[in-house]
């Protein structure tokens, strides 16, 4: 559903400037001193506010408080106006964001050159469904989903994909060939993840690296991310080396790790790591 739909008017413009700007409450502060003649707010099913929105004579702007929170002078600017609620389930909303921000993006950055090697769709999915078999239509993040093979894969099997990476074009890319969906996918830094999600219960890491002496540290702060906001981990990586390395990130946040060899795919996905919560293996 579209953010102007939820809100019930014909169109919004977002105050933030992207995806990634929705946990800075700057733009708390800078929708606050914006003079309306009307206003809405959003609170979600338990009556928390996850968006306040003023008309102005250039039409309705919106702020969303899925990443922060509305602070006093705002509050005060709502009610300045006697302004309305609405109320929305929350997961909705946070779908109808993602909408937003994946569209703008697609607007104003060119797609990367197609990336995807069919066979590749067809070997990974193989891994997922032999270590969760079929979904029934859980959240499953994709962390690094790159132009979205790993989502493409889980929707196949039945999951929900939640979907990020930090590189627009490739994000472009798959929302353009449909494997990434727009109220699916978030262009952030997956080291911040918790800033932008709730945890669910799976999630996956593909073609985790290249990882050495250069990338090695903001590759240990991408898969403690994804540990943060996931009850079970499947994570590949194209080197033994570099699996002996997500294990011990994961033994590190008191995951127990196990590691397989994948004969199918020598080079993306050729050791997969299994990771969950429990005995440090």
């Known amino acids: 559903m579209k953010a102007a739909a939820i809100l019930e008017v014909d169109e919004i413009v977002f105050i933030e400037p992207s995806f990634a700007s929705l946990s800075n409450p700057y733009y708390t502060d800078l929708l606050a001193i ?22 102005e004579k250039s039409g309705w702007i919106a702020g ?15 009610e300045q106006v006697n302004g309305e609620i609405f109320q929305e389930d929350r997961a909705a ?6 909408e937003y921000f994946s569209l703008q993006l697609v607007r104003e950055v060119p797609a990367a050159m197609e990336d995807l090697n069919p066979a590749r769709k067809v070997i990974l999915a193989e891994v997922i469904e032999s270590v969760w078999g079929k979904g029934s239509a859980e959240n499953c993040i994709d962390c690094g989903c790159g132009s979205g093979v790993g989502s493409l894969v889980l929707r196949e099997l039945g999951f929900t994909p939640l979907s990020f990476d930090n590189d627009p074009a490739l994000i472009t890319l798959g929302i353009e060939k449909g494997r990434l969906l727009p109220e699916e996918t978030m262009c952030i830094d997956a080291t911040q993840v918790q800033a932008y999600t709730r945890p669910v219960m799976k ?27 996931t009850g079970e981990a499947l994570i590949t990586v194209g080197t033994e080396p570099e699996a002996l390395l997500i294990k ?31 005995a440090v293996k």
Request: hydrophobic letters at 45%; aromatic letters at 12%.
């Open 34 to 55: 914006d003079n309306g003649d009307e206003a809405r707010m959003l609170v979600d099913e338990n009556d928390d506010p996850i968006a306040v929105a003023f008309h």
């Open 64 to 78: 969303s408080f899925l990443c922060r929170h509305p602070n006093i002078a705002l509050i005060d600017a709502f």
């Open 93 to 98: 909303w946070e779908a109808a964001v993602r």
């Open 203 to 229: 999630g996956i890491g593909i073609m985790m690296g290249e990882i050495n002496s250069f990338s090695a540290d903001i590759w240990h702060q991408i898969a403690a991310g994804l540990f943060s906001v």
């Open 248 to 278: 011990e990130w994961g033994n590190e946040a008191g995951w127990s790790v196990e590691i397989r060899e994948n004969p199918k795919d020598a080079f993306y996905d050729h050791w997969i790591c299994i990771a969950q919560p429990g």
